[in-house]
């Protein structure tokens, strides 16, 4: 079978393939998109962070999101009980981007991959990878057309970016046990009918509510700008597994149990059949190898309770592009300390905020009624995405910060 060849073979059109594959377009080089699904497609992770806005800008991306009409969002709100609080993402110490959106993920998707496309990149629906070959001069790749037929193609090199697909750990054994316990997640969309200035809801921002009784339990709320919401719950395997019926029967069980959620959603229209995820947390050995390199979740997901997995994924597709353009330029790259080490220093600081969320030590750091605006800045430029600024504290060394702040859990003193 002969074998097409290409400069850049990506594979996975989502979020971060599309902004790889923008930013190599402008670099000048040919990229082939292979994407398993037909654009629009559902998917969750509907809450951006602004960092993500400056990867977006760099790409080129940014005027077609904006124009978009996606809902604005500017910042966080949590709620525990009736204890509600918030953080302004304009209010932080890391200059930069302080408002993003939150976007119905087929539509954003769709966005970002045409204007991947009309920058020039070949992007391939419909197309499933069967294997793939690492061995030899140039990473290949097996992959079967909508039409059924198969062929083969080659590229210089070979950006994983295919999401909870994770082509290349599966086909080639790169998966580990993530050392965070099973949870999964139950959530669909809603009519919201959320009355405007409903009491304690601000539509810019995302809601995160803790379950009344079990603080590891969270519900989700992402208003969207048409009315609609993203609603859903984060949870044990085993604690879901409680629940009986379908899965929008289970997740309004659910959300029957928080008072204030429920009445929130008392209008809401459930029009949509829930979803559901189990088992979503993933790790790999390695984020690169000989000729490829793991984008955003196909190297590793931690959870979506601060939103992070979109702003990770375009972190990684803008510092792996900006490796291949040293490359090209002649450069000696070090994959490990060029793109690997660079990308988990944002990530073990979101790893270290989600174990913090988990155990109760995040929570009662953010609900504790006195708080000093300088610690409070710090915090907010982390969930507003920037986990790469080492000149914040709670990025420099986040598990240290985390307990100090929570053993003194008096910012007033």
């Given at each position: 079978?002969?074998?097409?060849?290409?400069?850049?073979?990506?594979?996975?059109?989502?979020?971060?393939?599309?902004?790889?594959?923008?930013?190599?377009?402008?670099?000048?080089?040919?990229?082939?998109?292979?994407?398993?699904?037909?654009?629009?497609?559902?998917?969750?992770?509907?809450?951006?962070?602004?960092?993500?806005?400056?990867?977006?800008?760099?790409?080129?991306?940014?005027?077609?999101?904006?124009?978009?009409?996606?809902?604005?969002?500017?910042?966080?709100?949590?709620?525990?009980?009736?204890?509600?609080?918030?953080?302004?993402?304009?209010?932080?110490?890391?200059?930069?981007?302080?408002?993003?959106?939150?976007?119905?993920?087929?539509?954003?998707?769709?966005?970002?991959?045409?204007?991947?496309?009309?920058?020039?990149?070949?992007?391939?629906?419909?197309?499933?990878?069967?294997?793939?070959?690492?061995?030899?001069?140039?990473?290949?790749?097996?992959?079967?057309?909508?039409?059924?037929a198969s062929y083969r193609i080659a590229g210089r090199f070979l950006l994983d970016a295919s999401g909870?697909?994770?082509?290349?750990?599966?086909?080639?054994?790169?998966?580990?046990?993530?050392?965070?316990?099973?949870?999964?997640?139950?959530?669909?969309?809603?009519e919201d009918g959320i009355r405007p200035g409903a009491a304690g809801f601000d539509r810019n921002k995302i809601r995160v509510t803790v379950h009344p009784r079990h603080?590891?339990?969270?519900?989700?709320?992402?208003?969207?700008?048409?009315?609609?919401?993203?609603?859903?719950?984060?949870?044990?395997?085993?604690?879901?597994?409680?629940?009986?019926?379908?899965?929008?029967?289970?997740?309004?069980?659910?959300?029957?149990?928080?008072?204030?959620?429920?009445?929130?959603?008392?209008?809401?229209?459930?029009?949509?059949?829930?979803?559901?995820?189990?088992?979503?947390a993933a790790n790999v050995r390695a984020l690169w190898g000989r000729g490829y390199a793991l984008l955003g979740n196909a190297g590793e997901f931690l959870d979506p309770v601060f939103s992070s997995g979109v702003t990770i994924a375009?972190?990684?597709a803008s510092l792996a592009a900006a490796a291949l353009r040293r490359e090209a330029a002649g450069e000696t790259v070090d994959w490990e300390a060029d793109y690997a080490r660079p990308l988990k220093r944002g990530v073990d600081t979101f790893r270290a905020f989600v174990r913090a969320w988990y155990d109760g030590r995040f929570q009662q750091i953010i609900f504790h009624p006195y708080k000093t605006p300088a610690i409070s800045r710090m915090i907010s430029a982390i969930l507003a995405g920037y986990a790469w600024d080492g000149d914040n504290p709670f990025v420099a060394e986040p598990e240290r910060r985390l307990a100090s702040l929570e053993a003194a859990c008096d910012w007033g003193n």
């Amino acid at each position: 079978m002969n074998v097409e060849q290409t400069d850049i073979l990506i594979i996975g059109a989502g979020p971060a393939g599309a902004l790889a594959a923008a930013l190599l377009r402008r670099q000048g080089r040919q990229v082939t998109v292979i994407e398993r699904e037909v654009f629009p497609r559902f998917s969750i992770g509907e809450s951006l962070l602004p960092q993500s806005m400056g990867l977006l800008e760099e790409a080129g991306l940014l005027q077609d999101v904006i124009e978009a009409g996606f809902q604005y969002k500017n910042g966080a709100a949590f709620v525990r009980g009736q204890t509600q609080t918030a953080f302004d993402f304009r209010d932080k110490s890391t200059p930069g981007w302080g408002t993003t959106y939150q976007v119905q993920r087929a539509r954003f998707d769709q966005v970002l991959a045409d204007a991947a496309a009309r920058l020039g990149a070949d992007i391939r629906y419909g197309h499933q990878v069967l294997a793939a070959d690492v061995d030899g001069a140039r990473p290949t790749l097996s992959v079967r057309a909508p039409d059924g037929a198969s062929y083969r193609i080659a590229g210089r090199f070979l950006l994983d970016a295919s999401g909870f697909g994770r082509t290349l750990p599966r086909l080639l054994q790169l998966e580990t046990p993530s050392d965070f316990p099973s949870r999964g997640a139950l959530f669909t969309h809603v009519e919201d009918g959320i009355r405007p200035g409903a009491a304690g809801f601000d539509r810019n921002k995302i809601r995160v509510t803790v379950h009344p009784r079990h603080c590891d339990v969270w519900y989700w709320l992402i208003p969207f700008s048409d009315g609609r919401s993203s609603i859903g719950v984060v949870a044990t395997t085993g604690f879901l597994e409680r629940f009986e019926g379908n899965d929008t029967e289970r997740l309004q069980a659910l959300v029957a149990e928080d008072p204030g959620l429920s009445h929130l959603l008392d209008q809401a229209v459930w029009d949509t059949p829930a979803r559901h995820i189990v088992g979503y947390a993933a790790n790999v050995r390695a984020l690169w190898g000989r000729g490829y390199a793991l984008l955003g979740n196909a190297g590793e997901f931690l959870d979506p309770v601060f939103s992070s997995g979109v702003t990770i994924a375009l972190k990684s597709a803008s510092l792996a592009a900006a490796a291949l353009r040293r490359e090209a330029a002649g450069e000696t790259v070090d994959w490990e300390a060029d793109y690997a080490r660079p990308l988990k220093r944002g990530v073990d600081t979101f790893r270290a905020f989600v174990r913090a969320w988990y155990d109760g030590r995040f929570q009662q750091i953010i609900f504790h009624p006195y708080k000093t605006p300088a610690i409070s800045r710090m915090i907010s430029a982390i969930l507003a995405g920037y986990a790469w600024d080492g000149d914040n504290p709670f990025v420099a060394e986040p598990e240290r910060r985390l307990a100090s702040l929570e053993a003194a859990c008096d910012w007033g003193n």
